[in-house]
């Protein structure tokens, strides 16, 4: 009986607390909050957004007081829909930075945030449909196939014996491809075989030692993705035929851009698709509230190729990403 | 791709031809886990003569190793009537404990074996004690064993993906070339892991088929009810198997750990569906009272040549792997099964 008296006292004087706080934050001259919604960090890439996401809302926090962030994270398409309804009628938000954890699912959610009165900013995976989102910021997989394609091209002298090891079988894996066979369209440059490794290690390690198992010689690897790429690292220092090839990769996973500082002659370059865009577009979303610029369209990221030249401004050491 | 059929075809004639000849049908309840592995085999080599290569079968036999060793560990689950579904993401939890230890352990005993030793230690005790809860939780707390370990399997997985920030747990450089060897080395030109699996079936083969926790393991599957009241002690038999599971994973990550040095939340995901797929692909029951520990070790080997072979051939759309692995397990357990209908288990 007595718990239940204290609860309910609990809930009172918190009540009141909330509306205490709720009144001086009126009080206080304009203010923007800013909902940042991205999928858990169930894996490399979507670890690095996390990462990124904090430390962006620390650093624009400092930088612009009258402005916060909430950050909440999903792991599922239908927690991210919820998470969604909340930050609208419990944070009260004016701006909302999401990046779908799939499309389809979510570009009623989205619709809804934005019908609700919210400035949109998408990140990453487009919606299904066009004229929901006030601003777009993704990076480019087609260009990220394409650079990796160009750069293997050029390296063998528009000649050679490549095996390539693909993705999780979706749109983004598609676009890749796609982009990457456009690139050596036209040269002597030959696929042996594409097998799907799914962005994994251990798959990444299992279908590079039957590739090489199969055939007697390999001139490059694209691996299109750099916890792939670490897998096939392994099998080839295993199979000892690390003078034979090269290997690309592509994300800019810091164990992979640190090789590339160090000039590995097995790793000489990566290609961006940085889980820092999510900070990107973090930043963008401030300037439509500060700037007097128009913040509006899309905000396509190129895919450089890191090289040893220019990989240490791609390196984040305390990135788990 | 036709004259894959083909061969699909012949295959399957000549093992209808087996079931249909007397006095073979008994047989194939024993060997048909074999059998269907040979022919396997043959598919394999007619696709692609590299398959028959000697270090094509080493690499195969040496990634079958880690479902293989955690078969082991479920064949004694499931025959005393149980099942562990966090097999999986307990050693993914394991592999990073043991990672974020040696890396810890560095500053104080360098990278040495000390380190990797204790390494090797926690994840045998942190195996046995994942084993004791699942065991302790679904026996004394009779709650069915599918929802507890999908439950350990959750706080597993989440638990690695926590303690690696969401990002990936890499080993110390300088450990992990000591520690290497585990992986990659071999002895008599077999790899270790290998050897390991193999002294962890010959254990497995003996302790379940020649020991009085053995015939427990029979009788609490067959019936539980009249196994109690034969006087077993049910619960602390099938805690055992639990625990004896739990030893298995750990096995499994200490020679997985030195093959990439790294864990992530992907880690280790689906191992425990591979594990029990190897199990009923051997002929073991899924309802429990029956195991058998080489058709076991048979299975885990199949499940890995169905992916190796399927890396060695692309007369087959990428799209279908999943397929062709289904239809493969499908009809190497019919096989088998095929047999029972006629003269019972």
Known sequence: MRSIKTAVKACVTTAALTSAIGLSGAAVAQEYTIGVSIPAATHGWTGGVNYHAEEAKKRLEELYPDIEFTISTAGTAGEQANDLEDLVSLRNIDALVVLPFESGPLTDPVRRVKESGVFVTVVDRGLTEEGIQDLYVAGNNHELGRVSGEYIRERLDDEGDIVVLRGIPTVIDDERVQGFQEAIEGSEVNILDMQHANWNRDDGFEVMQDYLARFENIDAVWAQDDDIALGVIEAVRQADREEELFIVGGAGMKDIIKRVMDGDELVPVDVLYPPAMIATAMDLTVQHFVSNGPVLGEYILGSPLITQENAEQYYFPDSPF | ?345
Request: glycine share 12%; aromatic share 10%; net charge positive.
């Open chain 2, 1 to 345: 791709m036709s004259s894959v059929m083909a061969n699909n075809k012949t295959t399957n004639k000549a093992a209808n031809k087996m079931i249909t000849q007397k006095g073979f049908a008994i047989d194939l309840k024993t060997w048909g886990p074999f059998v269907a592995l040979v022919a396997l085999g043959l598919l394999g080599v007619l696709i692609n003569p590299a398959f028959l290569g000697l270090d094509n079968l080493s690499n195969m036999l040496t990634r079958s190793a880690f479902i293989g060793i955690i078969a082991i560990g479920a064949t004694f689950v499931i025959t005393a009537g149980g099942l562990d579904l966090s097999v999986g993401a307990m050693a993914a939890f394991i592999a990073g404990v043991m990672i974020i230890l040696m890396n810890s352990l560095v500053e104080q005993f360098g990278a040495g074996w000390t380190t990797i030793l204790l390494g090797i230690g926690a994840s045998l005790l942190l195996g046995i004690c994942a084993g004791f809860i699942n065991g302790i939780v679904t026996t004394k707390g009779k709650i069915e064993a599918f929802i507890v370990t999908l439950g350990t399997m959750g706080i597993y997985r989440s638990l690695v993906t926590y303690l690696s920030d969401g990002g990936t747990l890499t080993l110390d450089w300088a450990v992990r070339d000591i520690y290497r060897p585990v992986y990659y080395g071999s002895f008599l030109g077999i790899t270790i892991p290998v050897w390991v699996f193999l002294a962890v079936a010959v254990i497995g083969y003996i302790l379940l088929n020649y020991t009085r926790f053995g015939r427990y393991c029979f009788a609490i599957g067959s019936n539980e009810k009249v196994a109690e009241y034969s006087a077993i002690h049910v619960d602390r038999v099938k805690t055992l198997t639990y625990m004896l599971q739990g030893v298995c994973v750990a096995l499994a990550t200490i020679i997985y750990v030195p093959r990439l040095g790294s864990a992530s939340g992907a880690t280790g995901v689906l191992w425990e569906l591979e594990a029990i797929a190897a199990v009923i692909i051997g002929g073991t029951m899924l309802k429990g009272g029956h195991g058998r520990i080489w058709g076991t070790v048979v299975g885990a080997i199949m499940l890995t040549m169905i992916g190796n072979i399927l890396n060695l051939t692309d007369a087959i759309s990428n799209y279908l792997n999943g397929t062709v692995q289904g239809i493969i397990i499908i009809v190497a357990v019919y096989l088998q099964r095929a047999s029972w209908r006629k003269t019972g288990p």
